[in-house]
């Protein structure tokens, strides 16, 4: 039973987080707090796993119990709950900078509070199981611009899979890696930030003009397109530049998978392992048959391990899908791809 304590100045929000949870009889709502004052004495009190934690509050904040918590050898998982403006972006990363385990955005509007159910519950249970250890970055002797690319895109549903799988991807892999997630303007410096300290291998939100880098994960910047462009490096090798583009949206969002994919396929060709997880929509079909086309290969995670299947199931009806596996074989695979790939230019 996993026991959590929220935490909302807002009856409304308390009420509605309470009513999603305990859908799952697996979550226990010990408590609830309407500051952060009270928090922190029902943090003692009650001893919950995990805690939902509101940024904005009277007489102390989130923020202020996260500086407070960090004085204490134990304390409990904490999910923040963030609002959806660019305020709420900064103080999410301060927040992740701060301890804070994970964040999820709050709805913009009351009739859709209860959308967010499903995931709310996929992040306690997936939060509770992972560990707090931080982990060392390997020191990778085969830095410098990546021949080969790992491309991975996400949506709903995709952060927790993404916790997993860049964790399983092992610090010396002889190629660079992109994930595109969708997720509002702001928050991915927040969420690379977060995956920094969970993966492998170093991880930081792309920035205009970035090389793709052998060992080094790239987290594709909200509100823009991430284009991969080849480019001419040192003794003439053909590198992967990161251009931002301000591009329309594609399938209502922008950055768009399809965008990076289609453009990666182009400067990496063959050399291009792409793999999709849980969302919604139609992104990244495009881009997966582009992969294939260039002779790359696309990898799809299973249906049982998602949240939402739209964006894996726009690749298969486009014919552009090699294998299909479960999550905790994902980076196996990608490995051995990535290795078959090195051995083949040698």
């Given at each position: 039973?996993?026991?959590?304590?929220?935490?909302?100045?807002?009856?409304?929000?308390?009420?509605?987080?309470?009513?999603?949870?305990?859908?799952?009889?697996?979550i226990e709502v010990v408590g609830t707090a309407s500051n952060g004052q009270d928090a922190l004495e029902k943090i003692q009190q009650l001893k919950p796993d995990l805690v939902t934690l509101d940024i904005e509050?009277?007489?102390?904040?989130?923020?202020?119990?996260?500086?407070?918590?960090?004085?204490?050898?134990?304390?409990?998982?904490?999910?923040?709950?963030?609002?959806?403006?660019?305020?709420?972006?900064?103080?999410?990363?301060?927040?992740?900078?701060?301890?804070?385990?994970?964040?999820?955005?709050?709805?913009?509007?009351?009739?859709?509070?209860?959308?967010?159910?499903?995931?709310?519950?996929?992040?306690?249970?997936?939060?509770?199981?992972?560990?707090?250890?931080?982990?060392?970055?390997?020191?990778?002797?085969?830095?410098?611009?990546?021949?080969?690319?790992?491309?991975?895109?996400?949506?709903?549903?995709?952060?927790?899979?993404?916790?997993?799988?860049?964790?399983?991807?092992?610090?010396?892999?002889?190629?660079?890696?992109?994930?595109?997630?969708?997720?509002?303007?702001?928050?991915?410096?927040?969420?690379?930030?977060?995956?920094?300290?969970?993966?492998?291998?170093?991880?930081?939100?792309?920035?205009?003009?970035?090389?793709?880098?052998?060992?080094?994960?790239?987290?594709?910047?909200?509100?823009?397109?991430?284009?991969?462009?080849?480019?001419?490096?040192?003794?003439?090798?053909?590198?992967?530049?990161?251009?931002?583009?301000?591009?329309?949206?594609?399938?209502?969002?922008?950055?768009?998978?399809?965008?990076?994919?289609?453009?990666?396929?182009?400067?990496?060709?063959?050399?291009?392992?792409?793999?999709?997880?849980?969302?919604?929509?139609?992104?990244?079909?495009?881009?997966?048959?582009?992969?294939?086309?260039?002779?790359?290969?696309?990898?799809?995670?299973?249906?049982?391990?998602?949240?939402?299947?739209?964006?894996?199931?726009?690749?298969?009806?486009?014919?552009?899908?090699?294998?299909?596996?479960?999550?905790?074989?994902?980076?196996?695979?990608?490995?051995?791809?990535?290795?078959?790939?090195?051995?083949?230019?040698?």
């Amino acid at each position: 039973m996993v026991k959590i304590l929220i935490v909302d100045d807002s009856v409304f929000m308390r009420t509605i987080i309470r009513d999603m949870v305990t859908k799952d009889p697996a979550i226990e709502v010990v408590g609830t707090a309407s500051n952060g004052q009270d928090a922190l004495e029902k943090i003692q009190q009650l001893k919950p796993d995990l805690v939902t934690l509101d940024i904005e509050m009277p007489r102390m904040t989130g923020i202020q119990v996260l500086e407070n918590l960090q004085k204490q050898k134990r304390r409990p998982k904490i999910l923040m709950l963030s609002t959806l403006t660019s305020e709420g972006a900064e103080k999410t990363r301060e927040a992740i900078h701060l301890g804070a385990d994970d964040f999820m955005l709050k709805p913009k509007d009351i009739p859709h509070a209860r959308d967010i159910g499903d995931e709310l519950i996929s992040k306690i249970k997936h939060l509770v199981t992972l560990s707090s250890k931080p982990l060392q970055h390997k020191v990778t002797t085969s830095s410098g611009s990546a021949e080969r690319v790992v491309l991975i895109g996400s949506s709903a549903g995709g952060p927790p899979m993404l916790d997993t799988l860049l964790a399983e991807i092992p610090a010396d892999l002889p190629a660079g890696v992109m994930v595109t997630q969708h997720m509002p303007t702001g928050f991915t410096a927040a969420l690379a930030e977060r995956f920094n300290r969970i993966a492998a291998m170093p991880v930081k939100e792309t920035e205009n003009g970035d090389i793709v880098e052998t060992g080094k994960i790239l987290l594709s910047k909200a509100g823009v397109h991430t284009i991969i462009s080849g480019d001419i490096g040192a003794n003439n090798a053909r590198i992967g530049r990161i251009i931002h583009s301000n591009a329309p949206t594609i399938h209502g969002v922008r950055p768009a998978v399809d965008k990076t994919f289609e453009s990666a396929a182009h400067v990496y060709g063959k050399n291009i392992v792409s793999v999709i997880l849980s969302g919604m929509g139609n992104d990244a079909g495009e881009g997966a048959h582009a992969i294939k086309e260039a002779g790359g290969t696309s990898l799809l995670c299973d249906e049982r391990d998602c949240l939402v299947y739209g964006m894996a199931r726009s690749a298969i009806q486009k014919n552009a899908v090699d294998k299909v596996l479960p999550l905790r074989k994902l980076a196996a695979e990608i490995e051995r791809l990535v290795y078959q790939m090195e051995e083949a230019r040698v």
